[in-house]
């Protein structure tokens, strides 16, 4: 059984245990997170949270792209978070390259260079200010409570990053 099936079967158990009539549509804590995708951080274990708590947007890095912001907004103004939670981890895989390298290795295997920022950042810490930076000068987010964390994958630990 490939790992998809699996994972589909396990829904199943899931449908069982499921609060018929669902959650109510506005995250309870009004909170969003952002948050790299690697699969050693579960956010919402991390941080202790339920189904309907908050939203969750995740991408490589955790870095706020356009597509974060643009689920960023629609958070905020349709949905009613009010508050952003950043989180990077130790580890990173995002540290490990360089943006024109995996570039230039794209273009030799397909022939095509994608026209995205890949966003590689030397140093988790840097780049959770320079994620929150990206999100209090955007006009389109309204509420800048921003608070930015790096995820110790070795112990499960929260370190705060001042965001100044």
Same mark, same amino acid.
């Given at each position: 059984?490939?790992?998809? +099936?699996? @994972?589909?079967?396990?829904? *199943? /158990?899931?449908?069982?245990?499921? =609060?018929?009539?669902?959650?109510? @549509? ?13 699969? #050693?951080?579960?956010?919402?274990? +991390? ?12 991408? =490589?890095?955790?870095? *706020? ?9 629609? /958070?905020? #103004? ?7 939670? @950043? ?13 024109? *390298?995996?570039?230039?290795?794209? @273009? =030799? ?10 966003? *590689? ?25 921003? #608070? ?10 929260? #370190? ?5």
């Amino acid at each position: 059984m490939s790992s998809t +099936a699996e @994972l589909i079967a396990n829904n *199943a /158990s899931y449908v069982a245990g499921f =609060a018929k009539g669902g959650l109510p @549509l506005p995250p309870a804590k009004k909170v969003a997170v952002l948050a790299c995708m690697d699969a #050693r951080l579960d956010p919402a274990k +991390a941080l202790g949270l339920q189904e309907g708590d908050a939203h969750v947007i995740r991408n =490589a890095g955790g870095v *706020a792209t356009d597509d974060a912001l643009r689920s960023l907004v629609i /958070s905020q #103004r349709l949905l009613g978070t009010e508050e952003v939670i @950043l989180v990077h981890h130790t580890d990173c895989g995002m540290e490990t390259f360089s943006d024109d *390298a995996v570039k230039d290795q794209i @273009l =030799a295997d397909t022939g095509l260079r994608p026209s995205f920022a890949l966003e *590689a950042f030397p140093k988790a810490e840097d780049d959770v200010k320079q994620t929150a930076a990206r999100i209090k000068a955007s006009p389109f987010v309204p509420h800048k409570n921003i #608070r930015g964390f790096v995820y110790e994958v070795e112990t499960g630990r929260l #370190r705060e990053v001042p965001l100044g």
